[in-house]
């Protein structure tokens, strides 16, 4: 028991803590650190830097890690080769495109890229955004022709010459490609990774839920089998839906039933994986094993022609010869190629940064910028459109072991190209597309995100729902733009409208709480705390006054100009002789009309008057009854505490305005401190001679509770001093004078014999003192 009870002691000791320590005020000196120098290990480090390969390469555990990434290449390339058939759909360009798109960009990233994981490729929200560029610049419009020589017919019944459209997409896909390639260069060597940190979480939720419904409407008319026009900009997708619903009854009915039973069989295979995943050693990869079958049936079948279904016949094999981009297309595109190289860097970095945590090594986001651009630009020649990554693909590719960038995975590509004859002739349009959809129920499924962040942060939710929705009514570029726009806004009215309040003390320690939300706070007397909680500057300093008289309880400029109209009319009453002024206050004539107690009718303002309070020498008790019937509102405090713990920058208009705040409240006697700053702030003050003979560096502590306990020893001390005999006059005297000091000590002046009559001042030869006579003997 007894053990017990000296556990129960001991543990009791350790939650407690008792620091004794001087008040600290803004300290005179500071820390100065020196910076580091260039050696051979650092260039070395540099290198590596821009080349990782050189990190993990070395490293490399053949024995261990060869055969999972054979296998992790395999099933990888698989689906990989199939997305990049069936996101070549969104491009508006010939399927075959879509298989160079898939294998190209891995070439360079292997070398450049920081992510071990990541599976490099299309993606369907870059797809869609690449393909409304090239719709938007290339549409069948344009290659309407009459005659024998077309080739296609859209839903107009216009022939198209497909050949020469095709190719131009192509072009344009690949020379946007290669411009997206430059920009995420660029950011890169500029080292301004950090834009992707504004591209925040709820933002890139809606963004890409309504690129998913964008796709999901895009490949819909493929699944169906209705020609309609290509429509790009605002609205686009909802003329699309209508058309397409318009023109449901020409639906292919082989096309569709093809195309929901792979919907149907893809997604409950994939929750199989999904739910099975620690039992099955690798994921099933049914798309590819649809695709097969769906080709099967297609040959064996003939559904071209007995059914008219819709069957891709432009696959090529091998590869096409580089070509150089149409730089004269540049400046169509370059608006678009700034959005597009941010989703798509953004995607690819999120995404390797999951499975970094996961196998505990770090992703360079400035390296990643320079990887993927050199990709997009060394594919883009290669007739690609854009690279990033996929999280299904990348899933794949992890889950069945892989450790390292795959180069089987371009082993597997090759193979494809080169014997792809059985896919040339009949692989099924509204599989390919089926597949897409298939793929987006992740994507949708952040739907049910919007009901938790409702809950957690209603400005979140906010921003995932209006992205979505100005990205679906204006399309994906303009939408991005318009919900980082909003996102933005939502930051700037937070840090304009902050949360503030006055602060108490928890008795017993030196933690101070908000007032409002806790009980057992006690405000300090005479003493208001306010804390700010934001940085100060031009667009909140407005929001910072108004805080002030809300803590405080008054208006400092309008309490002293209603003194100062007060000391006008007892100055007055005064020379008249109705008032009489001593030097304890002011005493009213007995018997005599006091004019003072007129209705005060002047209208109440907040401008400054600019009148000096020495002009009346009249010493006034504002607490105590007036003689004059003027509203003054009361002061209770002598002192304000302005906690800036959160403040992280001021800026002129805000140091102007602070400077002021201080001034107005010294003239009606309410001292003004500030505490908990952080480190930078008395460096931006002293650059904005914020400094001067009134305002010193000693009213600024590093916690409130310094600043609490120099006001209250500041009170204490004035309170034990005489408050008439500043003083004192001394006519031919015998005695002893003593100065009082703070500190107690005294200093004795023996004064023998004054044959004139003499002042002595208390500050003469020392500040702040008290003069007190004792023992005087005067001589007549």
Not at 477 to 485: I, K
Request: net charge positive; aromatic share 10%; charged share 15%.
């Amino acid at each position: 028991a007894m053990a017990a009870g000296g556990r129960a002691a001991e543990l009791a000791e350790l939650s407690h803590y008792v620091v004794a320590r001087p008040i600290y005020s803004e300290p005179a000196s500071r820390r100065r650190t020196s910076g580091g120098r260039c050696s051979r290990k650092r260039a070395f480090q540099i290198a590596k830097s821009f080349l990782p390969i050189l990190e993990w390469l070395p490293n490399y555990r053949v024995k261990e890690w060869l055969i999972s990434d054979i296998i992790s290449g395999l099933s990888t390339g698989l689906v990989a080769t199939l997305q990049g058939l069936a996101y070549a759909l969104l491009v508006a360009v010939p399927v075959g495109y879509g298989l160079y798109s898939a294998f190209f960009p891995i070439l360079t990233y292997f070398f450049l890229g920081t992510s071990r994981h990541i599976s490099v490729g299309p993606f369907p929200v870059v797809s869609l955004m690449v393909g409304s560029v090239v719709l938007s610049m290339a549409p069948d419009e344009n290659f309407l022709i009459e005659g024998s020589n077309a080739t296609g017919i859209n839903g107009t019944g216009a022939l198209i010459d497909t050949e020469s459209r095709d190719a131009q997409r192509v072009l344009i896909a690949s020379t946007l490609t290669f411009l997206v390639g430059i920009l995420q260069v660029i950011f890169g060597v500029l080292q301004i990774g950090f834009i992707v940190r504004y591209l925040a979480d709820p933002l890139v939720g809606g963004f890409t839920t309504a690129a998913a419904f964008q796709v999901l409407v895009s490949q819909l008319k493929i699944v169906l089998n209705v020609s309609t026009k290509n429509y790009n900009g605002v609205l686009s997708i909802i003329y699309t839906l209508v058309e397409t619903f318009e023109k449901i009854g020409t639906t292919n009915v082989a096309d569709l039933i093809a195309g929901l039973l792979t919907i149907f069989v893809c997604m409950v295979v994939k929750e199989v994986n999904d739910r099975f995943k620690h039992k099955i050693p690798i994921p099933i990869p049914i798309e590819v094993i649809v695709t097969i079958v769906a080709t099967g049936i297609s040959y064996a079948a003939n559904l071209e022609k007995k059914y008219n279904a819709g069957i891709v016949k432009s696959i090529p094999r091998g590869f096409l010869p580089p070509e150089p981009p149409n730089v004269s297309l540049f400046s169509q595109m370059i608006a678009a190629s700034f959005s597009i190289a941010i989703v798509a860097y953004a995607i690819a970095v999120s995404v390797g940064k999951v499975y970094a945590t996961k196998y505990d090594y770090a992703i360079d986001g400035n390296q990643e910028f320079i990887a993927f651009g050199f990709s997009n630009i060394f594919s883009g020649a290669f007739s690609c459109f854009v690279a990033t990554t996929a999280l299904s693909r990348t899933a794949v590719q992890e889950s069945t072991g892989g450790k390292t960038q795959c180069v089987i995975l371009s082993t597997i590509l090759i193979a494809y190209l080169l014997l792809n004859t059985t896919f040339r002739h009949f692989s099924s349009q509204s599989v390919l597309a089926a597949v897409v959809i298939a793929n987006l129920k992740g994507m949708f499924m952040q739907v049910f995100d919007v009901p938790r962040l409702w809950r957690q942060n209603k400005v979140d939710a906010m921003i995932w729902v209006f992205t979505c929705i100005a990205s679906i009514i204006l399309g994906l570029d303009l939408g991005l733009l318009a919900g980082l726009l909003f996102g933005l806004l939502t930051v700037v009215l937070r840090v304009q409208f902050p949360s503030w309040g006055g602060f108490g003390n928890i008795p017993g320690t030196d933690i101070y709480k908000k007032v409002k939300d806790y009980k057992n706070v006690i405000e300090p007397e005479g003493v208001k705390i306010l804390k700010f909680s934001s940085p100060i500057f031009y667009a909140n300093i407005d929001g910072l006054k108004s805080s002030l008289k809300s803590t405080v309880g008054f208006d400092a400029v309008k309490v002293y100009n209603k003194r100062l109209k007060a000391l006008r009319k007892i100055q007055k009453l005064v020379k008249k002789g109705k008032l009489k002024a001593t030097k304890n206050g002011i005493i009213s004539e007995p018997g005599i009309n006091n004019e003072a107690f007129e209705t005060d009718e002047e209208p109440e303002d907040n401008q400054d008057l600019q009148v000096p309070t020495k002009e009346v020498e009249i010493q006034v008790d504002w607490n105590s009854e007036l003689p004059v019937k003027v509203n003054i509102p009361k002061v209770p405090i002598h002192s304000l505490i302005l906690d800036f713990g959160a403040v992280t920058f001021l800026d002129i208009v805000a140091v102007r305005s602070i400077k002021t705040i201080i001034k107005e409240f010294e003239r009606i006697d309410v001292r003004v401190y500030f505490a908990s700053y952080q480190d930078n702030l008395i460096s931006q003050l002293e650059r904005s001679a914020f400094f001067d003979d009134t305002v010193r560096k000693d009213i600024f502590f590093l916690t409130v509770h310094d600043a609490v306990l120099y006001i209250r020893n500041q009170m204490a001390y004035s309170d034990n001093q005489d408050p008439i005999f500043e003083k004192v006059r001394i006519s031919s005297c015998i005695g002893t004078l003593y100065l009082i000091v703070t500190d107690g000590v005294f200093f004795n002046v023996s004064v023998i014999l004054l044959l004139e009559p003499v002042t002595i001042s208390c500050g003469d030869g020392f500040s702040n003192f008290r003069c007190y006579m004792t023992n005087i003997s005067c001589l007549v």
